[in-house]
């Protein structure tokens, strides 16, 4: 306990010098007499509530805009869908902020389904189906191995995400077939890479696909 010589008191807590006279003090310091209280850290949903309260004001704000001016604005509805992209991004990275491949796929989902819409609203000229998403679903697969041997996980881990790639890759099919695919190489190619990734996956990494889809599924 700390103490001082001139008014010969003795002082609880750490204290730089006497509350009383100024003077320097003797003794150790000892624990403060009341508990120090945290302060409350905003929570993961309050956050992500503040983000929406701002999103749908500025989606009130550009709807009246809009209805005042009497006229519509080429560039507001991609504004009002960026703006929700942008609460949907920071959702993702607040609750998937401790998995950082999961974050990451969550990510290039949404960026490959922004392209899709952005492309249909500009009267599809297709080049989200004949360049992104081929470069994408190649691009995830890779980023999800160095990540992976980067952060020293078991393959288990995170081979579910490769599935998944592997299977929303093969819906690429659906405008190869539908021919509204303007250059439908690339796609090829990025859906035939993944068929022989993933068949390297489940002849070779048998024993842990089976382990990490219990893992995922909780089976």
Same mark, same amino acid.
């Given at each position: 306990?700390? =103490? *001082?010589?001139? *008014?010969?008191? =003795?002082?609880?807590?750490?204290?730089?010098? *006497?509350?009383? *006279?100024?003077?320097?003090?003797?003794?150790?310091?000892? %624990?403060?007499?009341? %508990?120090?209280?945290?302060?409350?850290?905003?929570?993961?949903?309050?956050?992500?509530?503040?983000? /929406?309260?701002?999103?749908?004001?500025?989606?009130?704000?550009?709807?009246?805009?809009?209805?005042?001016?009497?006229?519509?604005?080429?560039?507001?509805?991609? #504004?009002?869908?960026? #703006?929700?992209? +942008?609460?949907?991004?920071?959702?993702?990275?607040?609750?998937?902020?401790? =998995?950082?491949?999961?974050?990451?796929?969550?990510?290039?989902y /949404?960026?490959?389904?922004?392209?899709l819409?952005?492309?249909?609203?500009?009267h599809?000229?297709?080049?989200?189906? #004949?360049? +992104?998403?081929?470069?994408?679903?190649?691009?995830?697969?890779?980023?999800?191995?160095? +990540?992976?041997?980067?952060?020293?996980?078991?393959?288990?881990?995170?081979?579910?995400?490769?599935?998944?790639?592997?299977v929303l890759?093969?819906?690429?099919?659906?405008?190869?077939?539908?021919?509204? =695919?303007?250059?439908?190489?690339?796609?090829?190619?990025?859906?035939?890479?993944?068929?022989?990734?993933?068949?390297? /996956?489940?002849?070779?990494?048998?024993?842990?696909?089976?382990?990490?889809?219990?893992?995922?599924?909780?089976?």
């Open positions: 306990m700390q =103490n *001082c010589p001139k *008014c010969r008191i =003795n002082i609880r807590g750490d204290k730089e010098c *006497c509350p009383l *006279c100024g003077s320097s003090l003797t003794g150790s310091p000892s %624990p403060p007499a009341f %508990p120090v209280l945290e302060r409350k850290k905003i929570s993961r949903m309050t956050l992500s509530r503040i983000v /929406l309260f701002l999103v749908i004001i500025f989606e009130v704000i550009l709807t009246v805009i809009m209805i005042m001016r009497g006229r519509r604005f080429v560039w507001a509805p991609l #504004a009002m869908i960026a #703006a929700i992209v +942008v609460y949907l991004d920071v959702r993702l990275i607040l609750f998937y902020r401790d =998995n950082y491949i999961r974050v990451i796929t969550s990510q290039v /949404l960026g490959m389904i922004v392209c819409v952005v492309d249909k609203a500009t599809w000229h297709g080049w989200s189906v #004949a360049w +992104v998403l081929p470069s994408c679903f190649i691009g995830l697969i890779i980023l999800t191995f160095i +990540v992976g041997v980067v952060l020293h996980m078991d393959l288990e881990d995170y081979i579910v995400y490769f599935l998944f790639t592997i890759c093969l819906l690429q099919l659906i405008p190869l077939l539908r021919g509204i =695919n303007p250059y439908p190489l690339p796609a090829a190619i990025s859906i035939a890479a993944d068929i022989i990734f993933a068949s390297g /996956l489940l002849l070779f990494r048998g024993r842990e696909t089976r382990s990490g889809a219990r893992k995922y599924f909780n089976t």
